[in-house]
């Protein structure tokens, strides 16, 4: 595991601004219990605890598999795509969050939009083409969303 690059720091912190904001991004790393990290390992970012990541060089780079949680993948053309596994963390800093009906959360996830009679609540102030997390009515988050560039993990 290797720490990012600028380059792949800016992409990343970036893409996450978009969902948690700029203060998000500094609690996800700053953390109350313990300092967290991102490292990046075969084109995928994860977020690792300092201890666990000082644990995980003593075993070498072709024996780890992965360590912590996965936050996304670096493509080929330098983006970033965020995982379905960050949805843990992203829920939980999110600042425009969406409810969606219990009728129309299969539709959801089955890949169907969400009409405006499918959705329950929305965060206020939520602006056009803004990252979004999904929750059903009873606060699971289902997916992580930004429509201006159709990416959802």
Same mark, same amino acid.
């Given at each position: 595991?290797?720490?990012? *690059?600028?380059?792949?720091?800016?992409?990343?912190?970036?893409? %996450?601004?978009?969902?948690?904001? /700029?203060?998000?991004? !500094?609690?996800?790393?700053?953390? &109350?219990?313990?300092?967290?990290?991102?490292? %990046?390992?075969?084109?995928?970012?994860?977020?690792?605890?300092?201890?666990?990541?000082?644990? *995980?060089?003593?075993?070498?780079?072709?024996? %780890?598999? #992965? @360590?912590?949680?996965?936050?996304?993948?670096?493509?080929? +053309?330098?983006?970033?795509?965020?995982?379905?596994? +960050?949805? !843990?963390? %992203? &829920?939980?800093?999110?600042? #425009?969050?969406?409810?969606? /009906?219990?009728? @129309?959360?299969?539709?959801?996830?089955?890949?169907?939009?969400?009409?405006?009679?499918?959705?329950?609540?929305?965060?206020?102030?939520?602006?056009?083409?803004?990252?979004?997390?999904?929750?059903?009515?009873?606060?699971?988050?289902?997916?992580?969303? &930004?429509?201006?560039? #159709?990416?959802?993990?």
């Amino acid at each position: 595991m290797r720490p990012l *690059a600028e380059e792949e720091t800016k992409t990343l912190f970036l893409k %996450l601004s978009e969902y948690i904001g /700029k203060n998000g991004v !500094e609690r996800m790393i700053n953390r &109350s219990d313990e300092r967290y990290c991102f490292r %990046l390992l075969k084109d995928r970012c994860y977020y690792i605890s300092e201890s666990l990541m000082k644990a *995980a060089t003593h075993i070498s780079r072709d024996s %780890l598999l #992965h @360590a912590g949680t996965c936050i996304g993948k670096f493509t080929k +053309s330098g983006k970033f795509r965020l995982h379905i596994t +960050s949805l !843990e963390y %992203l &829920s939980q800093y999110a600042r #425009h969050k969406v409810w969606v /009906k219990q009728s @129309a959360e299969m539709s959801f996830l089955y890949g169907n939009h969400v009409t405006k009679g499918g959705l329950a609540r929305m965060t206020e102030n939520t602006p056009q083409y803004a990252g979004v997390v999904v929750f059903n009515m009873a606060d699971i988050p289902m997916v992580s969303c &930004s429509s201006s560039k #159709h990416d959802c993990s």
